[in-house]
């Protein structure tokens, strides 16, 4: 039913001695003696209020305060009825619309906090900015480096194959871990392994931080992405929307909640460090895992090499893409060996004499591939050469 609707169902109901009384209360504000003199019915008053701007769709107060003025107090149930049937259902809609808006804020609010990675706590003055330094983290499938490991290669060597464009099938891009497997089936359980320091946090960073800046890759499939620190999990998915800082207080959790669970197809969960997960609480992430719940939602997990098998145990494959990241190549690791001297303001030359140990040595080689490995390392060689 249309407000003009409404006019003329009360139009039919007022008699002209209430017509009168309501010229007499609204003449002069907010209608005009003249423009009064123009209007020949109640539905014209009632559409020329409206016109004031007196009322509006998202109000019906003041005319249901004129009907009782003019002692028709059985035509504002009426209204009210109206309000029910008609305006209810969008001023629910607008309050969710509203509610997802601030919580979509919140949640770019918080994955641009968390763009500027520190990779050591206890080092201040050492951060890491996503956007210049993720793209040299080099991912590759998870059985295809199970057999290059069986036939004799090091990591080290996997991640020079990298380079290879002759070499490189079989490696995996980040925008790609999304995309379609062979067979046409859309992965929506995905696996990434690697061993501490390998950058597998600043990976699911790095995802967050590309849906908020809008990246083609993550933005065009999923409306929202929501990032568990599993090290911080307290045993419920909900709650941990805003225990984790992901939502303020000020959003309406439990309708928030309903609405992710509407548009679950478009939800990707990041769920950091399954092999953190304690037992005590480990059912609601273990159930979002094996898509008891959310099961056409995306989660993308991390989690040290083959750990998270002692987690979760079912007779079927979980995962329907296991991908495992390996690290640095060596430039690029040469590179951060460089950035973190430039930072600590000491001459390039302990960076370029670093560079040379490391060149002459496989095993400090090997090290320098985890990006851990590769800061610890220069801390040493600094408090050395110092």
Not at 135 to 163: F, P, W, Y
Not at 172 to 186: E, N, Y
Not at 195 to 219: F, P
């Amino acid at each position: 039913m249309s407000l003009q609707k409404l006019y003329s169902i009360l139009n039919d109901k007022l008699d002209q001695r209430t017509e009168d009384k309501m010229r007499v209360l609204l003449r002069g504000h907010p209608i005009s003696p003249r423009d009064m003199q123009t209007l020949k019915s109640p539905a014209e008053i009632f559409q020329a209020l409206e016109d004031y701007g007196y009322i509006s769709i998202d109000n019906l107060k003041p005319l249901k305060k004129l009907l009782e003025q003019v002692d028709r107090r059985p035509l504002v149930a009426q209204v009210e009825q109206v309000e029910r049937e008609f305006f209810g259902y969008d001023r629910r809609q607008l309050r969710e619309e509203e509610m997802v808006q601030s919580a979509l804020s919140d949640l770019m609010y918080h994955y641009n906090r968390i763009q500027m990675t520190q990779p050591i706590n206890w080092i201040e003055r050492m951060t890491v900015d996503l956007k210049k330094t993720f793209c040299t983290l080099q991912l590759v499938n998870r059985h295809m480096r199970h057999e290059l490991r069986r036939s004799g290669k090091s990591d080290a060597e996997i991640t020079r194959d990298i380079l290879d464009p002759w070499k490189s099938s079989g490696y995996i891009q980040l925008q790609d871990i999304f995309t379609p497997k062979a067979d046409g089936t859309i992965p929506r359980r995905i696996l990434l392994e690697g061993e501490v320091g390998i950058g597998k946090s600043t990976i699911c960073k790095k995802l967050a931080n590309d849906w908020r800046t809008r990246e083609k890759y993550i933005r065009d499939k999923f409306n929202i992405i929501l990032l568990i620190d599993v090290k911080k999990f307290k045993g419920s998915l909900k709650r941990a929307l805003r225990e984790q800082g992901l939502i303020s207080d000020c959003i309406d959790l439990n309708g928030f909640w309903e609405y992710i669970q509407k548009q679950s197809d478009r939800v990707l969960w990041v769920v950091d460090g399954l092999d953190e997960l304690h037992p005590s609480n480990a059912t609601e992430i273990i159930q979002l895992i094996q898509g008891d719940i959310f099961h056409d939602s995306t989660v993308f997990s991390t989690s040290r090499t083959c750990q998270w098998e002692c987690v979760i145990k079912c007779d079927y494959q979980v995962f329907d893409r296991e991908i495992v990241n390996i690290g640095f190549t060596d430039t690029v690791a040469f590179d951060m060996i460089r950035s973190y001297f430039k930072v600590s303001k000491k001459s390039d030359v302990n960076a370029d004499a670093l560079i040379r140990a490391v060149e002459k040595d496989s095993e400090l080689k090997y090290l320098c591939r985890n990006p851990l490995m590769c800061i610890f390392l220069s801390i040493l060689w600094e408090d050395a050469t110092s």
